[in-house]
């Protein structure tokens, strides 16, 4: 008989599933749609289109590793399947870094040359960067293949198995560096990205409220939502971090609760943040109220 905490997992794992596949692509049909209309789109409707459209691959792969924790599925190490993983998660990791580069830039105040000159370019570069990343992650994670595939086999494969005996070789000093390099430099970018918007939003909150005077500051609820949204952000981008880092440290064993736990939380980070995403903008959020009339409307 299967423990209550298993079949709660696996009930959780389906709804982030069901809902992550369906807010991107949401997303993606949206914006989507408003290409073919109007054969262009904005810079942030093209990253939010990217983005959704890599998170759907990650959802996909986060269900099967839900379903293989849970012993439902076996596990089949294939090489060539770790690449596509790989790229996925790369993609997806530095999409969301630039998107959290582009809200800093377009929201944030910060009196400094460099920033000024970035506020002004940002919806420029933002193509090229996206170009760029989708090129570097392929060629990365194709040059990287055979050492993250060894860090995998020692991970995953001790993770995955109750008695793990397969001996793998051990990864060059060199190799595991620019790995650790490339694993942490988008985390870096985003966080110094993330705090820059947290304190400048922080600090015209707290100017509205000391210059309010008897009611509330009409604008005031527009900063705190967008703080609220920024912080939500910044907590989902670091828990598939610590996922990553208490997966490959294997301090846990398969079907342990914490470890399920671990897997829900960085499942969830697809899903929640898209629904946040949706809500946050005003063209999807106005989308999204029209689809959900048009149900009743049908019902």
């Known amino acids: 008989m299967l423990q209550l ?109 460099l920033f000024f000159w970035l506020k002004l370019r940002i919806s420029k570069l933002m193509p090229w960067l996206i170009c760029g990343t989708l090129i570097y992650t392929f060629l990365t994670s194709v040059f990287h293949r055979k050492h993250a595939w060894i860090i995998s086999q020692k991970s995953w494969l001790g993770f995955f198995s109750q008695n793990a005996t397969t001996q793998v070789e051990d990864v060059p000093v060199l190799q595991f560096a620019l790995l650790v390099i490339e694993f942490i430099m988008p985390l870096l970018i985003f966080l110094i990205s993330a705090l820059l918007l947290v304190f400048s939003l922080g600090r015209h909150t707290q100017q509205m409220r000391s210059t309010a005077t008897g009611t509330r500051h009409p604008g005031m609820s527009v900063y705190i939502s967008a703080l609220l949204s920024i912080l939500s952000f910044l907590v989902l981008y670091l828990s598939q971090y610590m996922m990553a880092a208490l997966v490959l440290s294997q301090i846990f064993k398969i079907r342990n609760f914490i470890a399920l736990f671990c897997i829900l939380l960085f499942s969830s980070y697809p899903s929640v943040h898209s629904v946040i995403l949706i809500l946050g903008n005003s063209k999807l959020k106005q989308n999204a109220k029209k689809f959900l009339l048009h149900s009743k409307c049908c019902q």
């Not at 692509?25 to 959704?52: E, H, S, W, Y």
């Not at 790989?86 to 944030?108: D, P």
Request: aromatic share 12%; with cysteine.
């Open 5 to 113: 905490y298993i079949i709660a997992h696996l009930i959780f794992s389906v709804i982030q599933f069901l809902v992550g596949v369906l807010a991107n692509g949401f997303i993606v049909v949206v914006n989507g749609t408003d290409l073919i209309r109007q054969r262009k789109m904005v810079p942030l409707d093209l990253l939010l289109c990217c983005l959704a459209t890599s998170r759907i691959g990650l959802q996909m792969v986060t269900i099967y590793f839900n379903l293989v924790a849970l012993s439902l599925i076996e596990f089949s190490p294939v090489p060539g399947n770790f690449i596509i993983f790989m790229y996925v998660h790369a993609s997806e990791i530095w999409l969301a870094t630039w998107l959290s580069v582009f809200y800093c830039a377009k929201i944030a105040t910060i009196a400094h040359p």
